[in-house]
């Protein structure tokens, strides 16, 4: 009898171990950003009928960089609409379709195209809901993806989120994560309010675990990346990665906390007051050329909130205020790379 | 056309114009106590195009306007004293203060708004058009602009896509002869806007604009052709405004133009369309007019007794945004 009892409790724990790595199985698994917007779009049109994209070969091609791979099979031409290269006219169309209800995902192949399209955002998306006296809505996203790192030099590489965040009616996102790029956009969809959507073409291709299935990353919550006590890093989509490898390379000498805001509009200030507070110095880092940055604006508002707080002056670490150029080691000194991230961080600790 | 529609059809315009003026006399006031009220863009002279293209359209369809806008707006059934409120910045404006003159909406009337951006409602429309092909309703969408916004890259963007994908809509060019202060033939080097149809492939018409029976049948094959899945198309109805660009600038065009103009007054023609017709006698005539102006005269007394909005509530809604 005994015997038989210890088979049984080893068969019990086989069992319980195969549930585990199959669960485990299940629920973690490797995905790329890209991937991770894919899966947003595919089950937010799954979800509600109301939602299609529209904008230059999203069809066929899968859009630029193939967020929309595999839509035109699943959901036809009419919720998978290819354009004519007619940023205005296209972008317009989804601001006409969301004043009746439908919820479009408007694709722009590189943020700097929005250029030509800019009536249709700031005239049109961000002011009809206001401008009619709160008697429509426009619940529009507009995805664009930004920044350097594939050389292409000065019309394909601009970081302008700047530009968006200053708009009132717009509300703004940032990923910086495959977890983020999904949980945003599902977020975005949803949203009632036109969400520009600004992604990150280096991080298009790295890949992550993440769980399967669903979940949302709601608006206006920063992301604690990495916890420290002596100095807090805001850092901004293509900025995050390389803020954290910063922070482990002068771990052991400073404690580096690193916040993703991860939404722009609304930006949650409470998460990095408090940080900064804990801590008593605040560096800023974007890619986006320093001047008239997104840095500015966050300090701005954290020297409201915690300028009895600091120890060091603050400080934004953005880009340089240049067009990109193509060279490659010319691009390399236009935004800030992970040593000058740790240059600054040990500056500010001296 | 039925008589008790030629008859609808008068009413509008007179509507139209009695606004107009009654808009213009309230805006000069105002300006003389030295309170600026926007700019006021007055369409005297065009109230046939707005009433005849709304008199082919059904109560779902969908319509943009311009920064020219009260006699669309108007001519759509918009209420004539939330209008005036409107233009007043007033709490009981159709937009609640917030749009002004160049912003009227109404979205039980599918009314979508002005536009402050010369071209700007051009891809909207096509974003309605799409939306009604997306859903699988017969709605038709139209959509007015000017002279000069033919000139915008919206315009190409828009018709070529609307044509491209066979869309709902039914782009209604109101060539009054004048972008602010510049002439038509010294911005578009061919006769008639119309004639840019073909290039996209759809077809053009081209309309005079002073005859709301032309106007209103020419619309109606538009809308009809439109509804029944045939594409887009391009009217342009040849017309003219009689007020300067608006009321902050002077005129500076030839007396005898305008005055030329004025022999074609759409409004009289109507009159006496209706009269040499036996559809309605002058008494009949000046009897719907007076009834106009009494509205007129109600709106513009409910305009000027409604608040003006609560500047201190305003700045807690958007505190939070």
């Known amino acids: ?350 | 056309m039925k008589p008790e529609i030629a008859l609808r059809a008068l009413e509008t315009m007179y509507r139209i114009r009695l606004f107009e003026e009654m808009g213009k006399t309230r805006y000069n006031q105002n300006r003389m106590n030295g309170n600026f009220l926007g700019a006021f863009h007055s369409s005297i002279g065009q109230e046939a195009v707005p009433t005849g293209v709304s008199l082919a359209l059904r109560r779902d369809d969908y319509v943009f306007s311009t920064h020219r806008g009260h006699g669309h707006a108007l001519a759509r059934g918009l209420d004539v004293k939330k209008v005036m409120a409107e233009l007043r910045g007033k709490t009981d404006g159709c937009s609640g203060g917030r749009g002004g003159s160049m912003h009227l909406f109404d979205t039980s009337l599918g009314f979508l708004g002005g536009n402050g951006i010369v071209g700007g409602g051009l891809p909207l429309a096509l974003g309605t058009a799409y939306s009604a092909y997306y859903r699988g309703t017969d709605q038709v969408t139209v959509c007015f602009f000017g002279d000069g916004a033919a000139s915008q890259g919206t315009f190409h963007e828009a018709l070529n896509m609307a044509a491209l994908w066979k869309l709902p809509v039914v782009f209604v060019c109101e060539n009054n002869c004048y972008a602010v202060m510049t002439h038509v033939r010294e911005t578009v080097c061919i006769a008639n806007v119309a004639d840019r149809a073909s290039g996209y492939g759809m077809p053009g018409c081209v309309v005079d604009g002073n005859d709301v029976l032309a106007v209103y049948q020419r619309t109606e094959e538009a809308v009809c052709r439109a509804r029944q899945g045939g594409g887009p198309t391009l009217l342009e109805c040849k017309t003219y405004r009689i007020d300067s660009h608006c009321m902050m600038l002077p005129e500076i065009r030839a007396d005898n133009e305008i005055a030329g103009w004025k022999e074609h007054d759409p409004i009289r023609r109507w009159e006496k369309h209706l009269v040499e017709n036996n559809i309605a006698g002058r008494g009949e005539c000046e009897k719907l007019r007076a009834g106009v102006e009494a509205e007129i005269e109600e709106a513009d007394r409910f305009a000027e007794e409604s608040r003006y909005p609560d500047a201190e509530g305003f700045r807690k809604e958007i505190a939070g945004i």
């Not at chain 1, 409790?9 to 991770?36: D, G, P, S």
């Not at chain 1, 302008?160 to 996102?173: I, N, S, T």
């Not at chain 1, 790029?181 to 975005?188: D, I, Y």
């Not at chain 1, 930006?267 to 050329?289: C, F, N, Q």
């Open chain 1, 1 to 350: 009898m005994p015997r038989r009892g210890t088979k049984l409790t080893n068969q019990f724990f086989v069992l319980c171990l195969c549930i585990f790595v199959a669960n485990h199985l299940k629920f973690m698994r490797e995905l790329k950003y890209i991937e991770a917007l894919n899966e947003a779009l595919l089950e937010e049109m799954e979800r509600e009928e109301k939602v299609f994209v529209v904008g230059e070969e999203v069809g066929a091609l899968g859009g630029g960089f193939g967020a929309t791979k595999g839509l035109l099979e699943r959901f036809g031409p009419k919720r998978v609409l290819t354009t004519p290269i007619s940023e205005s006219g296209f972008t317009g169309l989804g601001v006409g379709a969301a004043l009746t209800g439908l919820r479009p995902v408007v694709e722009i192949m590189y943020l700097d195209f929005i250029t030509t399209a800019m009536d249709q955002v700031v005239n049109q998306a961000a002011k009809l809901k206001f401008m009619s006296g709160n008697t429509v809505e426009v619940p529009l996203v507009i995805r664009m993806p930004y920044g350097v790192g594939t050389r292409e030099a000065a019309q394909h590489s601009q970081s302008l989120e700047a530009w968006f965040m200053h708009v009132p009616g717009l509300k703004v996102a940032m990923p910086a994560t495959a977890y983020d790029a999904k949980g945003l956009l599902k977020t975005a969809i949803r949203d009632n309010d036109p969400v520009v959507f600004i992604e990150n073409r280096m991080l298009y291709f790295k890949a992550e675990e993440v769980p399967e299935g669903e979940w949302l990353v709601r608006f206006g919550e920063a992301a604690v990346k990495r916890e420290g006590k002596d100095l807090t890093l805001v850092a901004l989509s293509g900025m995050a990665p390389k803020a954290l490898e910063a922070a482990e390379a002068v771990a052991g000498e400073i404690s580096v906390e690193v916040i993703d805001p991860r939404t722009l509009v609304p930006l949650d200030m409470e998460t990095i007051v408090d940080s900064v507070k804990k801590t008593g110095r605040l560096l800023i880092t974007h890619e986006a050329p320093v001047r008239g940055g997104v840095g500015g604006e966050i300090l701005r508002q954290a020297q409201e909130h915690c300028f009895d707080f600091l120890d060091a002056a603050p400080v934004v670490l953005g880009g340089l205020n240049t067009p990109i150029p193509f060279s490659p080691p010319l691009e390399d000194v236009c935004v800030p790379q992970t040593a000058d991230v740790i240059a600054k961080i040990r500056e500010m600790t001296e």
